[in-house]
Structure formats: C-alpha cells, structure tokens
C-alpha cells in the first residue's frame, strides 16, 4: 500500500478536511443571518412610481415658457381649405408627371433622360404618399373628384387641369413620339409641368391662412426648391439639342 511518511501525510490532510466541513457547517447559518440583515439593493429600495412628464410649451419671443399639465396633448393646428385644395391638386399634379417618366423606358434611349426621369419618378411618387398621408391624417377625401364621377369636383362643375398640367391632345403626342422627338416633347413638357407646380406653390403662400400648417409648409418649400433645379438641368438638356 503506502510507505509510513506518505501514509501519515494522507491521514492529515483527511483531518484537515473533515475540520474545515465541520467548521463550514456552523458558520453557514451565522453568514446568512448576516446577508438577511443586510440593507437591500439600491434598486430595489427605489421602486416609486416614475414622475409624471413635464410638459412645457416654449414661450413667444421675450415670453417666458409655461408649464402645462401632464394630460396635455398635442393638436394639429388650424385645417385651412386652401391647404386641404393644394394637396388634393398637388396629388393629381405629381400622377401626372409620373405618368410621363413611365413612358421613357420605351419610347427613348437618352440615357440622360432615363436618369432624370427615374429622379422625377421616385421623387414625386415619395412625395405623393406624404401627401395622401397628410390628408388622411386630417380626415380630408384624397381627390377633389366626386365619388364615381371623376371628372366632375366636389361641388359638381368640371375639373379643370392643374396649372402646367398636359393637356389630353399633349399627352396623346408625347405616347405616338420616339427617340429625339420623343426627347424634344418630355422635356418642354415637363419645364411647362414644373412650371406650373411653381404656381401652384406661389398661389398657396400668397392666399390668407394658407401654409402655416409646418409639414405643409416644409413640403411645399422643398417641392419648389427641387423643381427649380430640375427645371435648370431640363433647359440646359434641351439646350444641348438645338
């Protein structure tokens, strides 16, 4: 088996563990009275209910702000029919201008062109849903169309184009055209259709109560700082032609 000075090493250290068990054993119930008396943990000591939100409106220039009720809730301001027509109009506007982008794929090969339409395309479609978003929100129709008489306004007289819109006979020319005279065609007739959202715009800012709505406003300035620039790249294109 084992010589004597192992055998009496073994025979110590198995003292020594069956010393340090017995020990462990009646400490064990001191250390967990100790834990129980500890104070409990920072994060369960600070379960209070969260404070209320502080709702605070910014006050005037020179006024100082004011605090509101936590119950208050945020409204949308004024509905202003001039805004409610402009982005029915708008709508109807933009559908057409997308209607022409879809005709470039098949009718040039004016890689330009594919460009800018493709630009004019995404754009405005982009911009159609935010408007159809917006009305909704209002509880506004999406078209100033009557229900099942498309060609007739909510009042009952005839729609009329939106201004720099193509008119039919234009739109029939534009589908029959192909290659450089297609070119030709887009381009003039979308500066005329640019043009016109341009007026659109202006009418808006120019009627009483109109565009004060932020989103509106927003919308409307950047649809007019865009269609500028696009109107400048379709001039120097059509330049380029003559």
Request: aromatic share 4%.
């Amino acid at each position: 088996m084992f010589s004597g000075p192992r055998k009496a090493r073994l025979l110590l250290f198995g003292r020594k563990r069956e010393l340090l068990s017995a020990n462990g054993l009646a400490i064990l119930p001191a250390v967990l009275l100790a834990a129980s008396a500890l104070p409990s943990s920072p994060a369960r000591a600070q379960q209070t209910p969260p404070a209320a939100p502080v709702v605070v409106q910014p006050g005037a220039p020179g006024k100082p702000s004011k605090t509101l009720p936590p119950s208050t809730k945020a409204s949308l301001p004024p509905l202003s029919q001039a805004d409610v027509a402009f982005m029915q109009g708008m709508i109807m506007h933009h559908a057409q201008a997308v209607e022409m982008t879809a005709l470039i794929p098949s009718h040039t090969d004016n890689k330009n062109l594919h460009s800018l339409g493709a630009r004019i395309s995404s754009s405005q479609s982009d911009e159609m849903s935010f408007m159809k978003r917006w009305l909704a929100a209002r509880g506004q129709p999406i078209s100033m169309a009557m229900p099942g008489m498309p060609d007739m306004d909510r009042s009952g007289r005839p729609m009329t184009l939106m201004p720099g819109m193509l008119t039919p006979e234009q739109m029939e020319a534009l589908r029959k055209a192909k290659g450089d005279e297609f070119d030709r065609l887009f381009l003039t007739g979308m500066i005329q259709h640019h043009n016109g959202a341009l007026t659109m715009v202006k009418d808006l800012f120019d009627t009483a109560g109109a565009g004060q709505d932020a989103d509106l406003f927003n919308f409307a300035t950047d649809a007019d700082n865009t269609q500028r620039a696009e109107i400048h790249i379709m001039e120097t294109m059509l330049e380029k032609k003559h």
